[in-house]
C-alpha cells in the first residue's frame, strides 16, 4: 500500500514538473521573460539562464561565475551549427530530441562540449543501437575520442564478433591506426575460425598506404596464430609473401613458426595455450550439453569450445537434475524443459542466465513430458509430443517468454515419444519418434501463419531417440533406433522437392545423443550404441561430406540435450582457460 502511494506521488510530481516545463517553453517560444541570449554563427535565440542551468552544469557555471564578460546578456558558441544550438535549448526545455544519423555527431560534439549528459547518454543509445559491421570501427573511434567506455565496449566487441565482415568490406577499416589493429588481431575473442582472414586483413590495412605502413609488418605478423594455419597456406601464401620475405626481422618469427608446425623445439611450452603463435582464439558460440542419465539421472552441465576443441565442466550444484528433457537458447536465456528429475515425470521449466550463470524457475508446461521435443520459432517456444509413463503424446503447446505463459496449440497428427524438431524457414518439422506401438518414419511440419500441422514425405527409415537439425538449408535426421537396431545413418530432407536422401553416415551408431550445429559443423555426441554408453563426439563437414572425430566429452551420457548459446562478454567462463 505504502509503494502504491508513493509511486503515485511520484507520477503526480513528474506532471506537475512536466507541465511547468511546458509553460517555461510557452513563454521561451514567445519570447517572453527571457534573459539569456545564446548566437551560433550570428544565429541568435533566446532562453531563460535558470531553464538551461538546470540541464547542465556548464550552463551554471557559465551564468554564475565571475569571468562571465557577457555585457548585454548573449553569449557566442563558436562551433556548434545552429540547428545543434536549437536543440539544445529545445532539450532543455522538453527533455527530448530527435537523434538522427545525420545530426548524431554534431549533437554529441556539442553536448560533451556543454556537459549535457543527458543528450550525450541519447547519442550513446543511437549509435549503440546503430552498430554494425560497416560502422563499428566509426562508432568505436568517436566512442574513443568522447571517452564513452560503454560505447566503446560494445563498438570493439562489434568489431570483434564481426572481424571477418569487418576486415573485408568495411571502408573505414583502413583508417584504423597501427595501434588499434594490434589491439584488435591480438585479443582471443577475435572470431574467425581461419588465421589466413588476419593475414589478408593486415596486407589490406597496410595496402591503404604502403609506404608508410609496409615496415609495420614484423610488428603485425606475430598477433596472427600462424602456428593454426594451414602448413600448406603458411609456406606458400604467407612466407612467400613479398612483405614478408623482404623485412628482415620477419624471418626469425617465420622461423619460430616453423619449428612450432613441425614441432622442433624441444624447449617449447608446455600448453598450446602458453604459445601465441599457436594459441587458439576464444569461441564465438558456445555448445552446452545439459542434464542427462548414466546409471542415474545427473546435472551435469558440459560447455564444448570449439576453437580448442576441448569440453569443459561448467556444473553447478543448483543444477536440477534431468534427463529426458529440451534445452533451447531464446532471447539471451537457456530453457530447460519437461523431463524427469530422477523420481518424477516434470512439467517444470527452468532457465539459465549465461551472463549472470543463475537459474530462475519459470512458469511449468501444461503437461508433464519426458522425452520432449523442443524448437524456437519467432520468439516462442514450442514443446512437443514426449510421454508421461508408457503413454505417448501429441499434445503441443507454447510457450511466450514475454508474459511467461504456455498455450495449448493444435495438436500434432502422430503420437510421438523420442521424436526430434527443428525450424528451417519459418516453419517447425518434428521427424520420427515413437507412438506407443511401432518406431515412426513419418515427419509433420507446423506453419505458425495457417497454425496448422501438415503431414511432409516420410523419412527413408523408422527412427525414434534420433537427432534432428536444420543444415544449410536442409533438415538432417540422424542415427535413432529402428525396432533394436541402432543406426547410424543419416538422411537430409529437401523442402523444395518435398523429398529425403541419404547422406554420409556416422561412423558409429547412435540414440539419444546430443545434436548441435556450431562453427558452420554439425556435431553429435554422447548418447548409446546398443551396447555402452558413450562420450565419443564426431562432426560433419558439407564442404567434404565426410564425418571427423572431435574431443571427446568430459564423461558418458545419454538423454542430454544440447543448445548453442552465442557470443557474449562472459563467453571466457564457458571456454577452456586460457
Not at 218 to 246: C, G, H, Q, W
Not at 254 to 271: A, F, G, I, Q, R
Not at 444 to 456: R, V
Amino acid at each position: 500500500m505504502e509503494e502504491t502511494l508513493a509511486f503515485g506521488k511520484m507520477m503526480r510530481h513528474n506532471m506537475e514538473r512536466k507541465k511547468s516545463f511546458q509553460k517555461f517553453n510557452e513563454l521561451r517560444l514567445a519570447g517572453k521573460l527571457c534573459d539569456v541570449v545564446l548566437v551560433a554563427d550570428n544565429v541568435k535565440f533566446e532562453a531563460h539562464r535558470v531553464v538551461l542551468c538546470g540541464c547542465s552544469t556548464y550552463f551554471e557555471a557559465l551564468f554564475t561565475s565571475d569571468w562571465n564578460d557577457s555585457e548585454n546578456g548573449e553569449y557566442q558558441f563558436p562551433g556548434i551549427f545552429p540547428e545543434t544550438l536549437r536543440q539544445i535549448i529545445e532539450y532543455a526545455y522538453t527533455y527530448s530530441v530527435l537523434v538522427t544519423a545525420d545530426n548524431v555527431e554534431n549533437l554529441l560534439l556539442a553536448a560533451d562540449q556543454l556537459n549535457i549528459l543527458g543528450m550525450v547518454q541519447r547519442c550513446c543509445d543511437f549509435l549503440h543501437d546503430q552498430l554494425c559491421p560497416q560502422n563499428c570501427i566509426g562508432i568505436f573511434q568517436i566512442a574513443d575520442i568522447y571517452c564513452l567506455n560503454e560505447l566503446r565496449q560494445s563498438a570493439f566487441h562489434s568489431i570483434l564478433r564481426n572481424f571477418k565482415e569487418v576486415a573485408t568490406t568495411s571502408v573505414e577499416f583502413p583508417e584504423l591506426t597501427l595501434q588499434q589493429l594490434c589491439d584488435i588481431i591480438e585479443k582471443d575473442e577475435l572470431n574467425v575460425t581461419q588465421e589466413d582472414v588476419v593475414f589478408d586483413a593486415i596486407l589490406r590495412w597496410i595496402k591503404h598506404e604502403p609506404v608508410s605502413r609496409e615496415a609495420h609488418i614484423s610488428v603485425l605478423l606475430p598477433k596472427v596464430r600462424m602456428a593454426r594455419m594451414d602448413p600448406e597456406y603458411f609456406m606458400k601464401i604467407v612466407k612467400n609473401n613479398d612483405l614478408v620475405k623482404t623485412n628482415a626481422a620477419c624471418r626469425p618469427i617465420v622461423n619460430d613458426v616453423l619449428k612450432v608446425m613441425y614441432d622442433l623445439d624441444v624447449e617449447s611450452p608446455s600448453s598450446d595455450f602458453d604459445n601465441p603463435l599457436i594459441r587458439s582464439r576464444l569461441p564465438s558460440d558456445i555448445l552446452l550439453a545439459v542434464g542427462g542419465w548414466n546409471f542415474r539421472t545427473k546435472n551435469w552441465i558440459d560447455a564444448y569450445d570449439t576453437q580448442a576443441d576441448r569440453w569443459v565442466d561448467i556444473t553447478q550444484e543448483e543444477q536440477s537434475y534431468l534427463a529426458g528433457h529440451g534445452t533451447v537458447y531464446c532471447d539471451g536465456f537457456v530453457y530447460c524443459i519437461g523431463g524427469v528429475d530422477g523420481q518424477n515425470f516434470t512439467n517444470t521449466v527452468r532457465r539459465f542466465n549465461p551472463m549472470t550463470r543463475t537459474w530462475q524457475e519459470m512458469a511449468p508446461m501444461h503437461w508433464h513430458r519426458c522425452n520432449v521435443s523442443v524448437a524456437v520459432l519467432d520468439g516462442f517456444i514450442y514443446a512437443m509430443g514426449g510421454h508421461i509413463g508408457f503413454r505417448p503424446l501429441n499434445k503441443v503447446e507454447r510457450y511466450n517468454p514475454k508474459t511467461n505463459e504456455w498455450t495449448l496449440i493444435e495438436p500434432m497428427n502422430e503420437w510421438r515419444n523420442k521424436a526430434s524438431a527443428t525450424t528451417l524457414n519459418g516453419k517447425i518439422y518434428v521427424c520420427g519418434g515413437h507412438n506407443g506401438t511401432e518406431t515412426l518414419f513419418s515427419a509433420e511440419c507446423y506453419d505458425p501463419l495457417t497454425e496448422e500441422w501438415t503431414m511432409i514425405a516420410p523419412m527413408s527409415t523408422p527412427r525414434h531417440s534420433l537427432g534432428v537439425t536444420a543444415y544449410h538449408g536442409k533438415i538432417y535426421a540422424v542415427g535413432g533406433i529402428n525396432r533394436l537396431e541402432h543406426l547410424q545413418t543419416m538422411e537430409a530432407y529437401d523442402a523444395t522437392t518435398n523429398r529425403w536422401h541419404a547422406v554420409a553416415p556416422m561412423s558409429t551408431p547412435r540414440s539419444d545423443f546430443g545434436i548441435a550445429v556450431v562453427d558452420n559443423l554439425l556435431f553429435v555426441m554422447g548418447g548409446s550404441d546398443g551396447f555402452r554408453i558413450t562420450n565419443k563426439v564426431e562432426c560433419f563437414d558439407p564442404k567434404t561430406g565426410s564425418w571427423y572425430r572431435a574431443q571427446d566429452m568430459s564423461r558418458p551420457k545419454k538423454h542430454f540435450s544440447c543448445c548453442v548459446v552465442p557470443a557474449h562478454p562472459n563467453v571466457i567462463k564457458y571456454a577452456a582457460p586460457r
